[in-house]
């Protein structure tokens, strides 16, 4: 068998032109956090809208990967993202200059839909721009570097921008990314599609969003509001529409989702680890940042500071895993890179309720750059699993396995240490203190800081308690990742070379 064609130099100049879109979709995830306050001001929103005004992006985003992933494959992968981009930048004129709360809501809608075109159709069309398993996992790896920019950037640049001008210029800089997306990806990008051209089933479409954005929305509302009937059902009625529409895949000649690729070992497991990657990412991070701000007393900005090395850590890992992977094999650095991220999680043992902050730093530098060869790895081979005619589902996958374990991260890690610092604080509560007060200091240690400023032994002890649960959860994720580690090992034995 011949050997794959080599990409040229438009290939590689065309991955920089990919790298773009990521950028700007994991920096709109976090760039609203700073303007929360001044918007607030402006516009004035209820709790639910404001709520909806931070959720509706990521929601949407989640909710349709996996239809934005076929759809690219029915219509071409290129001309999605073009329609993306021009969808992605006028929203973003319209979220800038919103005079209500209502319109802010809807252009962050309108961003979510037309963010969930990008990941799909970037990480397909590096699917069928590099053909050769090296290059295509030094691609990924420059992919994946996007969103670690991305997401290190968005506090900065939030920060920065509204230290000058209004909350509306957080959305301002997506128009000219997405516009230099448009000219340069019309000129370099080649155009991919499947052989299959009959219309998109419209019928799994409406179950792939309902389901996954009933079972996210109900797991956001398990990790803020609690057990609950709303919750509750929300998964239940996501869980119905799943099995729906998975069993509409088996008749349809097309289908949304090829069962055949489960049928690898290396698929599964690179699914499972993407989820459990993700889980103990987005649980481990939303400890940190009450840690640093409500713990240690740091500004958010200041905070957000702190989170870079991380976020730089992912981005070096990156640019060494190709290397690391042809010298050691594909298996051999997954697993390397689990049990280091184990270690650090096991560091963030030695941290408590007066720091160091340097040592939860340092633990995180050493989890983000011992986990990022392996969300590269298991992204290569997810994608590199499935046919190129079906690059764009197979990477939708990736992307929602990824979703998904990130809202059951915050829902389920969020909520252990929720209970854990009831559990501490209920005793602590003293007999004298407001009911009000003694209720928010007994939920919630932003509730502690409100009420019990005046009590300094109680707020202190508000602090270990939030703590103690930080330090469970880096505990289970110490085991679970060295587990998973033992898992990556045995079933990626005999299916992806050492």
């Avoid at 060494?320 to 963030?348: C, D, K, T």
Wanted: aromatic residues 8%; proline residues 4%.
């Amino acid at each position: 068998m011949s050997a794959p064609p080599r990409a040229g130099t438009r290939e590689w100049v065309g991955l920089a032109v990919l790298a773009l879109p990521c950028l700007i979709y994991a920096m709109d995830l976090t760039v609203l956090n700073f303007a929360v306050p001044a918007l607030t001001r402006d516009l004035k929103p209820t709790a639910s809208q404001l709520l909806w005004i931070m959720d509706i992006y990521g929601f949407l985003i989640a909710g349709l990967l996996v239809t934005m992933g076929t759809l690219g494959d029915r219509i071409g992968r290129r001309r999605l993202l073009m329609i993306g981009a021009t969808l992605f930048a006028g929203a973003s004129l319209l979220a800038a200059f919103s005079q209500s709360a209502g319109q802010l809501i809807a252009a962050r809608a309108v961003l979510g839909v037309a963010g969930a075109t990008l990941a799909p159709s970037t990480l397909s069309l590096i699917r069928n721009m590099f053909l050769d398993e090296g290059e295509r996992r030094t691609a990924i790896a420059v992919w994946i570097a996007g969103f670690s920019a991305g997401t290190a950037a968005g506090p900065v640049v939030g920060g920065v921008l509204l230290e000058h001008f209004w909350w509306g210029s957080v959305f301002l800089v997506n128009v000219p990314a997405m516009g230099l997306l448009i000219v340069l990806g019309l000129w370099l990008l080649p155009e991919y599609r499947s052989d299959h051209t009959e219309s998109i089933d419209l019928a799994s479409a409406a179950l792939s969003i309902g389901a996954v954005l009933s079972i996210i929305f109900g797991i956001k509302e398990f990790a803020t509001a609690g057990a609950g009937l709303l919750p509750f059902a929300a998964v239940a009625l996501g869980t119905l529409l799943a099995f729906v529409f998975l069993r509409r895949q088996r008749h349809l000649a097309h289908p949304f989702v090829d069962f055949t690729l489960f049928d690898t070992h290396g698929f599964r497991a690179a699914l499972l680890v993407n989820v459990a990657g993700a889980f103990f990412i987005a649980g481990i991070y939303l400890f940190m940042a009450q840690y640093l701000q409500l713990v240690i007393g740091l500004t958010p900005f200041v905070a957000a500071m702190w989170s870079l090395p991380s976020a730089l850590a992912f981005i070096v890992g990156s640019g060494v895993v190709p290397v690391l992977a042809h010298r050691w094999g594909v298996r051999r650095l997954m697993v390397a890179g689990l049990l280091i991220a184990s270690v650090g999680f096991a560091m963030i043992l030695g941290v408590h309720a007066n720091g160091p902050v340097l040592l939860l730093v340092s633990a995180l530098v050493v989890f983000s750059f011992g986990f990022t060869p392996v969300a590269s790895l298991t992204t290569d081979l997810v994608v590199g699993a499935a046919p190129p005619a079906r690059a764009g589902a197979a990477a939708a996958l990736s992307e929602t396995a990824f979703e998904f374990g990130g809202a059951l991260g915050i829902a389920l890690l969020g909520s252990l240490g929720a209970a854990i610092y009831r559990s501490r604080m209920a005793p602590l509560l003293p007999a004298g203190l407001d009911e009000a007060a003694a209720r928010a200091t007994g939920a919630t240690l932003g509730g502690a800081v409100e009420s019990a400023s005046g009590a300094p032994a109680l707020l202190e002890a508000a602090k270990t308690a939030f703590t103690s649960g930080m330090l469970t959860a880096a505990g289970i994720g110490c085991v679970c990742l060295l587990l998973l580690a033992v898992y990556v090992h045995r079933a990626l034995r005999e299916n992806v070379p050492e």
